[in-house]
């Protein structure tokens, strides 16, 4: 399974793209580059501080649950995440790759020293206790690579697949999109739940039109 920010959005977790989206009201040039952190680290930590604290105070919803129940059931192998959230850890899903990283840690920009956060950060920008060089969210940013291990994992994942869940993705960003196309090209069957068509729309076998919290608990039934 592929999820992405649609599957959060009924926890009141906004998504990136489309209606009320983050990018409607903020520039993602402007806080998810390495450039926007080297020019304003504070500006952009405020950002992640608002958004952890918004996430903080939402809790898993339907979906989130039923992909753990579809996971306990042995239906779903492995969840594959392109969220930053940990709704689906929450939820109690075991098996989740997170290729875009976590906003539950930051990361030292001089040592590289990785901190697991409990709660959204106290004052911006953090520092590191270690070596007191400034902190980043340890998330993935445009320009980046990913985290080779997830990347590798979620490949293999999706190249092993005999069906692919695909849900509340925009299927625009690279390499993420590249994982429902493996599993496709590998000979797997595609499921897409959206409550709109997507990229990914294209190459799926199924479309499902919904929320993914309606949609994925009638899967457990
Ligand atoms: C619902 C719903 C409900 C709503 N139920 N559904 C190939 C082609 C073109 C470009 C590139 C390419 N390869 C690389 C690029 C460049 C770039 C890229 O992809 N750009 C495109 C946007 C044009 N990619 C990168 O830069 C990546 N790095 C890279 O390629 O590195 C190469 C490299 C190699 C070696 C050395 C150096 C470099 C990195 C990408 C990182 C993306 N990061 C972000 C931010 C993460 C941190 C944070 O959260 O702040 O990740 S951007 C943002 O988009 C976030 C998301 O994970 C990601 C995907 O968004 P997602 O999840 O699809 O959400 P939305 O909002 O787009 O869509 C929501 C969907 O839900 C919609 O479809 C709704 O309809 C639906 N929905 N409610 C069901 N209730
Ligand atoms: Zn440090």
């Known amino acids: 399974m592929l999820t992405g920010a649609g599957i959060s959005a009924e926890s009141g977790v906004p998504t990136f793209r489309g209606p009320g989206g983050l990018w409607e009201r903020y ?7 390495p450039e926007a952190f080297e020019r304003d680290p504070e500006l952009v930590w405020r950002w992640y501080k608002w958004r952890q604290e918004v996430i903080y105070s939402a809790s898993p ?26 709704l689906h850890q ?35 920008p953090p520092r590191c206790a270690k070596c007191g060089g400034l902190l980043r969210p340890d998330v993935v940013w445009f320009g980046e690579p990913l985290p080779q291990e997830a990347w590798r994992e979620a490949a293999e994942l999706a190249a092993a697949s005999d069906v692919m869940i695909v849900v509340g993705t925009s299927g625009v960003v690279y390499p993420a999109a590249y994982i429902p196309q493996i599993a496709k090209r590998a ?7 959206n409550i709109e068509p997507s990229a990914i729309t294209p190459i ?7 929320r993914a919290g309606e949609v994925l608990p009638r899967l457990v039934e």
């Open 27 to 33: 520039r993602p040039e402007e806080l998810a580059t």
């Open 61 to 86: 919803n339907p979906g989130h649950y039923a992909v753990a129940e579809l996971e306990r059931l042995g239906v779903v192998k492995a969840v594959i995440t392109q969220n930053v959230d940990g």
């Open 90 to 124: 929450r939820a109690g899903s075991t098996k989740v790759v997170e290729l875009h990283g976590s906003i539950w840690r930051a990361r030292c920009t001089k040592c590289g020293a990785v901190y697991k956060l409990e709660k959204p950060v106290e004052a911006v």
């Open 187 to 193: 000979g797997a069957v595609v499921i897409e739940v």
């Open 204 to 210: 799926a076998d199924f479309f499902i039109r919904g």
